[in-house]
């Protein structure tokens, strides 16, 4: 079964030593049907949008057929699991199906999500039931449209099997693209069993795949791991900076490619509280948002423990002086986070630029908003309105959240403060919708989609949920219902893993 259009796979990983991967076709499915495909990430990947949606195109996604070209593999990992050390995971439910290049030269892995056991599966049965692949379409879609580096939905099918978790629930496969799928994890595995070879190929896999200009440098594998803090440094800054919770940082749920992944039991925060954790596997709330940015130092420096018998280059190198380039590695963290994420406060605040002058400023709101138990998204949304109010006065949330009066001294300052700064409401307004948005995914509307699914097999309002979210940062009073923050009978407080 092959046609015209099918798309063109071009492998790498599957071409390295079979000690990174175990051959694993995807286990097939009795009836599958397409939920949703992403037509613009389908043509940017260069797979015809049509075929995508044609019987073979849902075979494919369904791991009913495996196209001409493809190299089906399950990839091995180990990582740290909230704290704790498990030496052996990797894709126990996954396939990495092959590696396309997109048309702005990348090349990105198409994986197969919910698609049966492989060698690495842990007891499972290497499925998925439909809510958690709904979620992770809705959640990593949102993302990519508020500009947060993520792994994204190319399309969903369900199986047409019933998966067995407490109760019989409908089965789902989802088709999740990513710039690659290798870990903190992945390196993890390798160093634990002192595979010093496999960590040198390994890297140079990812210096040549990911970080080009690292290869240049008179220190590579040392260049790579700066580039990776670089990157978790900003990712890190933007996820707190809309109020998103992974819920499962572990190390083999961090991607070296700087990608958000594994939306599991993640959530965006309602009303601003660092200490707000959703998972319910999370009982001492390990990855609660506020300590999401020492969580990822402690992740890489994980990573950086793993890299050790490579990273000094130098012909007098040691354990020590390698342990030296580590530190000096780790220790930007702390600053490189709090750069980018200042970057990003200056925009959601409307500023110029941020200064330390400019932190009190910035507390003060937080130390407001947790005690109004104010909702995140809204607040900021309400203040981007409020430096150009009546460009807003048709389209305005103010119904849904307005300051109230323990702000107003507070809102005296900020306008104090803009006074320093020399652009135009209007320009300022733009700034800060643009870091402000207003649609976010939130809980109670993403269990809706689900169990309008789950229930009925509806998927109207999930298609719905995906469309709005496309444009997180303009606001339609017709589309006021996703803005709305849940009801109290409406709040989901916890969320569970996808297995
Ligand atoms: P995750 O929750 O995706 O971070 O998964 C952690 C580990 O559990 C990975 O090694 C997965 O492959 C494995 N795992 C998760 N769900 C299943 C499942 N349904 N069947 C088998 N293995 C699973
Ligand atoms: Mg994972």
Not at 87 to 96: E, I, K, M, S
Not at 168 to 195: E, K, N, W
Not at 412 to 441: C, G, H, S, Y
């Amino acid at each position: 079964m092959t046609s015209a259009n099918s798309p063109t796979f071009d492998n790498s990983y599957a071409k390295q030593a079979e000690r990174f991967y175990s051959p694993q076709a995807p286990v097939t499915v009795p009836s599958p049907e397409l939920i949703r495909i992403n037509t613009d990430l389908a043509a940017e990947l260069g797979i015809d949008p049509q075929w995508l949606a044609s019987p073979e195109g849902i075979a494919t996604m369904a791991g009913n057929h495996v196209p001409e070209g493809a190299e089906p593999i399950a990839t091995v990992y180990a990582g740290h699991q909230f704290g704790g050390w498990n030496p052996q995971l990797g894709d126990g439910r996954a396939v990495l199906l092959g590696e396309l290049v997109a048309q702005n030269g990348i090349r990105y892995d198409w994986q197969l999500k919910g698609s049966g056991r492989t060698p690495y599966s842990r007891g499972g049965d290497g499925k998925s039931p439909l809510g958690p692949v709904l979620r992770e379409y809705i959640l990593c879609e949102a993302m990519a449209a508020l500009n947060v580096p993520t792994t994204r939905a190319l399309g969903a099918v369900t199986s047409g099997e019933l998966v067995f978790r407490d109760q019989a629930l409908p089965g789902a496969v989802f088709s999740r693209v990513a710039q690659s799928h290798i870990r903190v994890g992945t390196m993890q595995y390798f160093a634990a069993r002192q595979d010093t070879d496999a960590v040198q190929d390994l890297s140079d896999y990812l210096i040549d795949r990911h970080f080009p200009a690292a290869a240049q440098a008179s220190n590579p594998i040392f260049a790579m791991l700066n580039e990776i803090i670089g990157r978790q440094a900003t990712l890190i800054a933007q996820w707190q900076s809309i109020g998103f919770i992974h819920g499962v940082m572990n190390t083999d749920n961090m991607l070296l490619c700087g990608e958000t992944v594994d939306y599991g039991p993640c959530a965006f925060m309602d009303s601003y509280d660092p200490a707000t954790v959703f998972s319910s596997i999370d009982r001492n709330g390990r990855y609660a948002y506020g300590n999401q940015p020492s969580i990822a130092h402690w992740n890489l420096a994980q990573l950086a423990q793993a890299l050790l018998p490579i990273l000094d280059n130098s012909p007098d190198a040691s354990e020590k002086s390698a342990i030296t380039l580590a530190q000096q590695a780790l220790d930007a963290f702390p600053e490189l986070f709090l750069k980018a994420y200042q970057n990003i406060i200056k925009d959601k605040l409307g500023l110029n630029s941020f200064s330390e002058a400019d932190d009190p400023l910035y507390q003060d709101l937080l130390t407001l908003m947790k005690q109004e138990k104010a909702d995140f998204t809204l607040c900021f949304r309400r203040l981007a309105e409020l430096a150009d109010e009546a460009e807003c006065i048709n389209n305005s949330v103010r119904e849904l959240f307005d300051f109230n009066d323990s702000f107003t001294p507070w809102l005296q300052q900020w306008r104090q403060r803009l006074i320093e700064d020399t652009q135009t409401p209007a320009q300022r307004q733009a700034q800060m919708f643009k870091a402000n948005p207003v649609f976010i995914p939130r809980n109670h509307l993403v269990q809706e989609a689900i169990t309008a699914a789950e229930r009925n097999n509806d998927f109207s309002f999930f298609n719905q949920l995906v469309d709005v979210l496309k444009t997180p940062h303009t606001f339609d009073p017709e589309k006021q219902r996703y803005a709305m923050p849940a009801k109290p009978n409406e709040q989901v407080l916890q969320t569970f893993c996808g297995t």
